[in-house]
């Protein structure tokens, strides 16, 4: 069952196009990866997805429901949750206070004490951490925050921006371990990697987006052997 589909959306810089004629079915339950070189386009799709910026054109739907309209705060209510580049935790508040600020939904909020145990049982580093401030812990630290704080507002589509970027190759594969656990509990992921080997191998689906526009899709195993995605991408 499709949970989000994004048919024909198109998005502009100005004049600079940016986003060409973009297809989407992610499917519940599934872990999906957009993979690319940089300025590709992969955040800024995940950026009208969210709501962070608008589609010149296109649709987008969750869970049947055409969610253009929606500002961001209401994306998030219905299950939309988003991790950005670069983490954006508060460095001077705790990493409670950190993970408590996802959940402000009222649906969150009524689930706080539990859904902390849950953060802390899946990230057990955090909780040990709990008290100390979150600009003092390691990047791959933040990392594991910022997800933790993403888990906080009970995601229907988790969707991360770049988790890898700047962490070194023994944190990275602790980081997709987690989100691969994340998945198989059954939230459905939407990673955006460049880290293209890491990334398709633990993904059902894939697509690989260049230059604006969706080249290649299909399973993450799959994609791996493609030809030109070898040469392109991985050097081979």
Known sequence: MSLLRVQDLNFYYGDLQALFNIEMDIEEGRLTTIVGANAAGKSTLLNTISGIIRQRSGSIKFNGQNIEGLPPHRRVEIGIIQIP????????????????????????????????????????????RRKQRAGSLSGGEQ???????????????????????????????????????INKEGTTVLLVEQNVQWALEMAHQGFVLENGHIILEGKGSELLQNEYLKKAYLGI
């Open 85 to 128: 580049e670069g983490r954006l935790l508060f460095p001077w508040m705790t990493v409670e206070e950190n993970l408590e600020l996802g959940a402000f939904t009222p649906n969150a909020r009524i689930l706080r004490k539990k859904n902390l145990e849950r953060v802390y049982d899946i990230l057990p580093l955090l909780k040990e």
């Open 143 to 181: 990392q594991m925050c910022a997800i933790g704080r993403g888990l906080m507002a009970m995601p229907k589509l988790l969707m991360l921006d770049e988790p890898s970027l700047g962490l070194a190759p023994i944190i990275v594969q602790e980081m997709f371990e987690t989100i691969q656990n």
